[in-house]
């Protein structure tokens, strides 16, 4: 049975790829996850405000107002280069010891710092880059316009400066989500993943405190993703991730089914063990198998609404008694 993929124009043995997370900054692990059937890795992201607080942590015996002159430009820029230099070796060391393709992963907050990073990546031998650029619009002055140009001023530069791939990971929440995708899709990336799940809120109601609410995905997350997997795929110029709430094989079925090139898994694999991607990978045989499909190109895309279509499952929202068979 062929699972063979074609995602970002890399080509994989399996459409189930390993989302950016922990399990994927340790190199013993991704060689775990290869063995057990990956298609393909996404290293944990290296985060620009990890750096910043790397040299904070470091440099608080030299504090630019303290007048060292140029010191602390000096040793802040030693304490970057030291942080993202462990990262890239993680990353290089990843692509000595496997063979399916190792995808970078940046998330930043400066221009200037998208740019830099992206160019490092590219240097350390990996075959894509993932931009992780779920933004959460927390300030109320700002727009839908001013998270547009933030993505397109950062995307256009990237594709005139670097030669991997490059795909864009994005968060669930916009007011026109078809327009931003399929405008994203245009832009000349290869591959948009949908999508990023941000940490939760909670409150601990004893103390009275903020808190993180669980990491982990549940299962009933994926619907949204499916929807709109389903939604555009057949509208857009790039490859789609799906990504939120995969749990099974059945999942990674429907979500090829509707439209997804490749299916990243994260929660999954932490609750249940990296091995588990032997189960999903053959899961998803045995599906092709019963059905009589031997390779994905024959099913991909089955159950993608038509872009004319106007009257699909996937674009109810409402319960309504007619239409969605509830009382
Ligand atoms: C512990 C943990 C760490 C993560 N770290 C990253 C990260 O560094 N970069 C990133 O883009 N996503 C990160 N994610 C998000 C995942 O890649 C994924 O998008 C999200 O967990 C939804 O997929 P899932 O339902 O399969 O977990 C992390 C998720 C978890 C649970």
Redesign the pocket.
């Known amino acids: 049975m062929n699972t063979k993929t074609k995602y970002l124009g890399l080509e994989l043995n399996s459409p189930i790829v390993v ?4 399990l994927t900054a340790d190199v013993e692990k991704m060689v775990q996850m290869e063995a057990a059937g990956a298609g393909a890795v ?1 290293v ?2 290296v ?1 620009e405000e990890q750096i910043i607080h790397d040299i904070k942590r470091n440099t608080h015996m030299v504090a630019p107002t303290e007048n060292y002159g140029d010191s602390y430009e000096y040793i802040a820029q030693h304490v970057a280069d030291d942080s993202l230099e462990k990262h890239f070796s993680m990353i290089r060391e990843a692509k000595r010891r496997l063979t399916i393709p190792v995808i970078g ?1 940046i ?1 930043c907050f400066s221009y200037e710092n998208w740019l830099t990073y992206a160019k490092k990546f590219q240097d350390t031998g990996c075959d894509a880059l ?1 931009l ?1 650029m779920a933004i959460l619009p927390y300030e109320t002055s700002t727009s839908a316009d001013d998270v547009e140009r933030t993505f397109t001023q950062i995307i256009n530069t990237l594709r005139k400066s670097i030669n991997i791939p490059i795909s864009i ?1 994005v968060g669930p929440y916009f007011t026109d989500m078809a327009k931003q995708m399929q405008q994203l899709s245009w832009m000349g990336i290869q591959g948009v ?1 949908m ?3 941000s940490v939760q809120v909670d409150i601990d109601i004893e103390n009275e405190t903020l808190k993180n609410a669980s ?3 549940t299962h009933e ?1 994926m619907y949204n993703t499916l929807r709109w997997v389903a939604l555009l795929c057949r509208k857009m110029r790039c490859d789609i991730s799906a ?4 749990y099974t094989a059945d999942d990674v079925v429907k979500m090829l089914l509707g439209g997804a090139t490749t299916v ?5 694999l ?1 609750k249940n063990g990296i091995d588990t991607l032997r189960e999903l990978n053959s899961g998803l045989q045995a599906w092709m198998e019963k059905k009589g499909y031997d390779n994905i190109d024959k099913f991909r895309g089955k159950l993608a609404v038509a872009p004319a279509e106007k009257a699909s499952i996937a674009m109810r929202t409402q319960f309504m008694k007619y239409f969605a068979e509830i009382v």
């Open positions: 989302g950016s997370c922990g996404v944990k992201s985060f992963s998330n993932e992780n990971k993943t999508f990023n799940k990491f982990l995905s997350e990504s939120t709430g995969v990243q898994v994260v929660s999954c932490y």
